[in-house]
């Protein structure tokens, strides 16, 4: 029989560090992480600087305490999503703690949360997606051969995205093995930790415009003397660091593009601007939640709202694609 710890030697930095690890071995990935240490910080600082709780100790926690956290939140966020996680997140913590025989039971559940509030969908404007497509294409024939070969990559990416509404977390790992560009419709297949695995499709451009980048990826991989299975990778101006690349990474490079070309485009925002797309071409809402990985009670209505403020297609794609095709620039 599992005995209770001692509450008296709570270390509950020890104890976020295991429910961490405990998180990771489930699956969780690295953003989700990364926000509940984000969110325990918040209640590790409360501890420390309101209820000047220097050591941190937890061992005489109970509903009293957690309920002046809860009004900590009340005053610090205006924001009722931002209480809301962060209570969820210590909430869920908790739990661990009562499943460790710290706690009997688990106090945070005394808490209500705030309710979720759907923000209102902030697409890429459809000009500034034509805008980074055509920067993509340029540089994509550039002289030096990394930049080309980047940009390719690029240009996969903004197809994943924009084309068929995968999260970074989704690129972050992919694999050749995946995609399946064969027949009418390409499809990439996704493999989410906790459910079963399904197909998007994908802009029919995409097998020209992946074919030309695996090619030029294999020479870049060869003069670089690496060898990986992912569709992206990581790499400097001069050679490939290694395969795969970061949701953050992902991120990161879209940061640049908004500053470079002053353009309001986020991997959040491509991925909304393909639920306009796609509820533009009349899918059904079951279909979209499905290729979006979502809970069929997730509510489309924000979109549905909004749909006649933003006009979103991607023949475009090909056109301008096809365009530098028939020029031969994409040879170099």
């Known amino acids: 029989m599992v005995t209770q710890r001692e509450k008296a030697n709570v270390d509950l930095l020890g104890l976020q560090d295991e429910f961490f690890v405990m998180l990771k071995g489930k699956g969780r990935s690295i953003n989700t992480l990364k926000n509940y240490r984000t969110d325990l910080d918040c209640f590790n600082k409360y501890l420390k600087d309101v209820a000047k709780n220097e050591r941190l100790d937890i061992s005489g926690f109970s509903i009293p305490e957690i309920q002046e956290y809860g009004h900590f939140l009340e005053k610090k966020y205006n924001s009722d999503n931002s209480r809301r996680r962060r209570v969820q997140a210590l909430r869920m913590f908790f739990d661990y703690l009562v499943e460790e ?19 209102i969908p902030r697409p890429t404007p459809f000009v500034d997606v034509k805008t980074l497509w055509q ?6 024939v550039s002289k030096q051969p990394m ?14 995205i924009y084309g068929a509404g995968l999260k970074v977390s989704d690129l972050s790992q992919l694999k050749v093995d995946q995609l399946h ?10 493999n989410p ?9 994908l802009p029919k451009i995409f097998v020209e415009v992946y074919k030309d980048y695996a090619k030029t990826l294999v020479t870049m991989k060869r003069d670089s003397n690496t060898k ?6 990581n790499a400097n101006p001069y050679r490939i660091l290694s395969g795969g690349l970061s949701s953050r990474g992902i991120e990161i490079i879209f940061e640049e593009f908004r500053k470079k070309l002053m353009i309001n485009c986020t991997a959040k925002s491509l991925r ?4 306009f797309k796609w509820l533009k071409q ?4 079951s279909q979209i939640k499905e290729w979006l990985g979502l809970a069929p009670s997730y509510n489309l209505k924000m979109y549905k709202e909004h749909l006649s403020n933003h006009a979103h297609e991607d023949g475009f794609l090909e056109e301008l694609y096809l365009h530098f095709v028939r020029k031969g620039l994409h040879r170099r």
């Not at 560009?181 to 996704?190: A, C, K, N, Q, S």
């Open 272 to 275: 909304q601007a393909c639920i």
């Open 193 to 201: 930790p906790k459910r079963d695995p399904y197909t998007v499709p």
């Open 147 to 160: 930049v080309r070969l980047i940009a390719k990559r690029n240009i996969c990416t903004l197809l994943f």
């Open 135 to 140: 920067f993509l294409l340029e540089e994509s």
């Open 181 to 190: 560009l064969d027949g009418e419709t390409p499809r990439v297949l996704i």
């Open 282 to 285: 009349k899918h059904k809402d």
């Open 228 to 233: 990986f299975d992912s569709v992206l990778f």
């Open 101 to 119: 025989k710290v706690f009997a039971t688990n106090p945070v559940r005394k808490i209500p949360t705030s309710p979720k509030f759907l923000d």
